[in-house]
């Protein structure tokens, strides 16, 4: 027999996989909607970008709100239209770090200048806090690029990159000539 403490667990329990169902759906259209805009800003590199979605995976829990997971999948997007290396970690990777950080000790003024770097190239249309990017760019800017190289590559994720694309000459349903799609070869009937 369920007692009521069984049931608060089991309602706790569906109620935060309904949240992560939820936000995963979210971010599924998201990242489709980034390819699709990413195809129209790079017509040449489209093929490309339509097999680029194993790319797009959150990796942080902050890229359940939109306009950060939509940082994150047009950066890496635009990596791939430009035939660079997608696993170095993002500018929306970056300034997720840089929050938890401030969450437990006061940013250095470095990493300050880091975060707001990040936040105005991840985030242009967000307002900026805080104080002005440009005053900590003037005191510390070659430590700013040090740290954004770190923060870069530690947050890299090793196996965000392209691997082989197969392809079956159909996008979305539609027959597409891509030039990742194998020949399908029509197998005769044998006759006796």
């Known amino acids: 027999m369920a007692t009521s403490a069984h049931c608060e667990v089991l309602s706790t329990l569906l109620r935060t996989t309904t949240v992560v169902l939820d936000t995963l759906d979210a971010c599924l259209w998201w990242a ?7 195809m129209n800003r790079h017509p040449d590199h489209a093929d490309t970008l339509f097999h680029s979605f194993l790319l797009l995976t959150p990796t942080h ?6 306009f950060v997971f939509r940082s994150h999948c047009r950066e ?8 660079e290396d997608t696993r170095s970690g993002t500018a929306a990777e970056v300034c997720c ?7 437990v000790t006061p940013l250095s003024s470095p990493a300050t200048g880091l975060y707001f770097r990040m936040w105005s190239h ?15 760019e003037a005191l510390e800017g070659s430590t700013i690029d040090d740290l954004e190289a770190i923060a870069r590559r530690k947050l890299g994720v090793s196996h965000r990159k392209l ?6 000459g159909r996008h979305h349903g539609q ?13 005769l009937p ?3």
Do not use: K
């Open 190 to 192: 044998l006759t006796p």
């Open 32 to 38: 489709e909607d980034e390819i699709s805009q990413a």
């Open 163 to 168: 691997g082989e694309i197969e392809c079956v």
């Open 175 to 187: 027959a597409v000539r891509c030039p990742y799609a194998h020949p399908i070869q029509e197998t």
């Open 97 to 103: 770090a840089c929050h938890d950080i401030s969450l």
């Open 61 to 66: 829990t902050l890229m359940g709100t939109e």
């Open 122 to 136: 991840a985030f242009p249309d967000q307002p900026m806090f805080g104080s002005s990017l440009a005053h900590h």
């Open 76 to 83: 890496l997007l635009e990596r791939v239209a430009a035939g």
